[in-house]
């Protein structure tokens, strides 16, 4: 049987977020397989050089908290991601920043990020936090074409995500592995991994961390 936890992260560290934070998640958990948010170039040969020989940690948050989990554990790590999040995704993100009332909600959600850590990036609290955030944001872009566009890549960008790890499941043994993602994409990685447990591998069990 697969058992894989899956964490939501943010990718940079803010207070209580930090890899020391998310390395003890991971160590309590002690996957033999980590499967992350991330294309095969987020962590280059050169920067596991960097480690491997000087122990120089990488600026993502997931990474650092995976080198600090290999001083004492050997694991399988596997980035899913396909692509990376598009042009079209960078547009909106650097158009509906400029809101006032957006800045605001950003403020809040770091903040509590900040003082409450993991705990809160894995609650319903915070999946409706983003949800007020993506709905906001397509006010402010009154629903158009690119508030379209970029739905419709982010589908893009999950779908992969999913489809990669069970991939992986099918051809390699092992008990269990953890999945990190990013907190934004908490609710739709939720509701897609509840839609593969029909017809999907009989032998994986999911775990919701937080719930």
Same mark, same amino acid.
């Given at each position: 049987?697969?058992?894989?936890?899956?964490?939501?992260?943010?990718?940079? %560290?803010?207070?209580?977020?930090?890899?020391?934070?998310?390395?003890?998640?991971?160590?309590?958990?002690?996957?033999?397989?980590?499967?992350?948010?991330?294309?095969?170039?987020?962590?280059?040969?050169?920067?596991?050089?960097?480690?491997?020989?000087?122990?120089?940690?990488?600026?993502?948050?997931?990474?650092?908290?995976?080198?600090?989990?290999?001083?004492?554990?050997?694991?399988?790590?596997?980035?899913?991601?396909?692509?990376?999040?598009?042009?079209?995704?960078?547009?909106?993100?650097?158009?509906?920043?400029?809101?006032?009332?957006?800045? @605001?909600?950003?403020?809040?959600?770091?903040?509590?990020?900040?003082?409450?850590?993991?705990?809160?990036?894995?609650?319903?609290?915070?999946?409706?936090?983003?949800?007020?955030?993506?709905?906001?944001?397509?006010?402010?872009?009154? =629903? =158009?074409?690119?508030?379209?566009?970029?739905?419709?890549?982010?589908?893009?960008? %999950?779908?992969?995500?999913?489809?990669?790890?069970?991939?992986?499941?099918?051809?390699?043994?092992?008990?269990?592995?953890?999945?990190?993602?990013?907190?934004?994409?908490? @609710?739709?990685?939720?509701?897609?991994?509840? @839609?593969?447990?029909?017809?999907?591998? @009989? =032998?994986?069990?999911?775990?919701?961390?937080?719930?």
């Amino acid at each position: 049987m697969h058992d894989i936890t899956f964490i939501s992260t943010i990718h940079k %560290e803010i207070g209580k977020c930090n890899a020391k934070e998310l390395y003890k998640i991971i160590n309590k958990l002690n996957p033999e397989v980590i499967f992350l948010e991330a294309i095969d170039e987020t962590y280059s040969e050169y920067e596991n050089y960097l480690f491997s020989t000087y122990g120089v940690f990488h600026n993502k948050l997931e990474i650092s908290a995976i080198q600090q989990y290999n001083y004492n554990t050997s694991f399988r790590y596997i980035p899913v991601c396909e692509n990376g999040l598009s042009d079209a995704f960078h547009k909106k993100i650097k158009f509906v920043s400029q809101n006032t009332e957006l800045q @605001k909600l950003i403020d809040n959600f770091n903040c509590l990020a900040a003082e409450r850590g993991f705990e809160f990036l894995n609650s319903l609290e915070c999946m409706n936090f983003q949800e007020e955030m993506r709905m906001l944001e397509s006010r402010i872009l009154n =629903n =158009n074409e690119l508030d379209k566009i970029v739905m419709e890549d982010i589908e893009s960008y %999950e779908e992969p995500m999913i489809q990669n790890i069970y991939s992986f499941c099918s051809n390699n043994n092992f008990g269990s592995a953890i999945f990190m993602c990013g907190t934004a994409h908490r @609710k739709s990685i939720i509701k897609k991994i509840e @839609k593969s447990k029909n017809g999907r591998q @009989k =032998n994986l069990s999911w775990t919701i961390f937080g719930q």
